[in-house]
């Protein structure tokens, strides 16, 4: 039985003209005589089309802006609509703080939701215009600015734009969501439980509660809090107001479900998420690991390749190739290899910091000394667990165990905000303790891998199995005598 402090686990429910060319023209010439920022973000807005037919209807462009503006996950038809109607408002009303904010908002979540960086650098170019309009004194720009740096993993950025943003607007719930990303991502895990907190004691309206719910449910998973963390996602896919906001809720149930280890509850819920919202591409890489859990190889394969195909995530590429490798087809397994490379080259030019993946990647499937480095410069920048227990793997590729060791322990360690149950985690721990000849420990965090989820990785659960046969049972030493 797992054991949980007491406190969480309470549900948080119940409480435009048409213009002419020659005039667009005009606008944008006029517009460069204003401030930098917001003729630079002008000069990107694409030109506007002669129209032959009437505009889409308003509905999604009234509720997207909300969606985008309170950290809710909005549907990709919606946000495409919602930028373009921006676009066109903003090259007639370039003055418009709140509408430059709204289309950085909107860049930023296209941008997670396809995995198309190129939209980062157009999210901050709109989201600094709206900042200049305002003299700095804007916190839905400021809080803009702290997701774009959450998406780019940026966590000492996003960090201080939510801190500002808090600070101009301490009863906003929205900045307190973005700084529990940041200090998550920053290993401040005792800032994380006290953000959460002051955000749980706002009591948001009914609109923002599932979201709500959906950062506590976060929270409580890193600190090991299963059952407190899945009912809190289930209250929020209840209350969800949109499909796609429902969809991204079920997603992450999908995702709890899985690392415990239940393939068909984690199933049902992935599957459920593709139901609502056919662009939870999220969803569909869930879809593939559980599949290939279940011994179902083609189904998931052809999973994670519509994933791919509309959202070309580096780690679904990763996630694939091992299963390929698991399977013994290394050309296939190479070519996800080289997609991932690739993407996490546009990535990067999007501003994104890949170093995490990266590091991971060439631990397992590279060079494990250039994982070191990029990793060592990675915790120097932003020491969370993710990044302790990729360092100590790639310490340990290269047979720096004692080092890697101490990696390893501070991601299991609660001490050190390592509460979260991951298979992965005590997998690396065990591996590195078996290396130093610790046998003990070692056969106590493989078997501790198994445990919590028998079907973690295609690669590494037979090589657990392996390790555990050969370290045997433990020594029978009898009742000691007086």
Not at 33 to 44: Q, S
């Amino acid at each position: 039985m797992e054991k949980r402090q007491s406190g969480p686990g309470t549900s948080l429910v119940g409480e435009r003209p048409r213009r002419r060319l020659r005039v667009l023209r005009r606008v944008l010439v006029a517009s460069a005589t204003g401030t930098a920022a917001v003729g630079g973000a002008l000069m990107l807005l694409p030109e506007e089309p002669p129209r032959t037919s009437p505009p889409p209807a308003p509905g999604p462009r009234v509720q997207a802006p909300a969606s985008v503006t309170t950290g809710v996950p909005a549907a990709l038809p919606d946000l495409a609509l919602l930028i373009g109607d921006r676009e066109n408002h903003l090259r007639t009303h370039p003055q418009d703080a709140r509408a430059w904010a709204v289309l950085g908002a909107a860049y930023v979540e296209r941008g997670r939701r396809t995995a198309d960086a190129a939209n980062y650098p157009k999210a901050e170019r709109a989201l600094r215009a709206s900042l200049e309009v305002t003299g700095g004194k804007n916190p839905e720009a400021l809080e803009g600015l702290a997701a774009l740096a959450n998406a780019r993993r940026d966590f000492r950025a996003a960090r201080e734009w939510g801190e500002q943003a808090r600070g101009l607007a301490p009863k906003r719930w929205t900045a307190y969501a973005v700084l529990i990303d940041a200090y998550t991502g920053l290993g401040d895990y005792k800032a994380t439980g006290k953000t959460l907190e002051k955000l749980t004691g706002l009591r948001a309206g009914a609109a923002a509660r599932p979201a709500v719910m959906a950062r506590a449910s976060a929270v409580y998973r890193d600190r090991g809090w299963r059952e407190d963390a899945a009912a809190q996602l289930s209250d929020a896919a209840a209350a969800a107001r949109t499909a796609a906001e429902q969809a991204d809720y079920l997603t992450r149930s999908g995702q709890l479900a899985w690392e415990r280890g239940d393939r068909k509850e984690a199933l049902r819920h992935f599957e459920a998420a593709v139901r609502v919202d056919p662009d939870q591409r999220d969803a569909l890489a869930g879809q593939g690991r559980v599949l290939a859990a279940l011994g179902r190889t083609p189904e998931a394969v052809t999973a994670y390749q519509a994933a791919l195909t509309k959202q070309p995530c580096p780690q679904y590429a990763l996630e694939l190739g091992e299963l390929y490798e698991s399977l013994s087809l290394e050309q296939a397994a190479q070519v996800q290899y080289d997609l991932l490379r690739a993407r996490v080259e546009r990535e990067e030019a999007g501003g994104v910091d890949e170093e995490l993946l990266l590091g991971r990647f060439e631990a397992d499937h590279g060079d494990a000394q250039e994982a070191v480095q990029r990793l060592r410069a990675e915790w120097e920048r932003q020491p969370g667990i993710e990044v302790a227990d990729a360092l100590g793997w790639a310490l340990h590729r290269v047979g720096d165990d004692q080092e890697a060791l101490d990696f390893a322990r501070i991601a299991t360690d609660k001490a050190h905000g390592g509460g979260v149950r991951s298979a992965l985690y005590s997998f690396h721990l065990g591996m590195i303790e078996r290396e130093l000849e610790l046998d003990g420990p070692a056969r106590r965090h493989l078997q501790d891998a198994l445990r919590i989820n028998p079907y973690f990785s295609p690669l590494r659960v037979p090589v657990a199995r392996a390790a555990l046969a050969h370290l045997g049972e433990p020594p029978d030493e009898g009742v000691p005598e007086d």
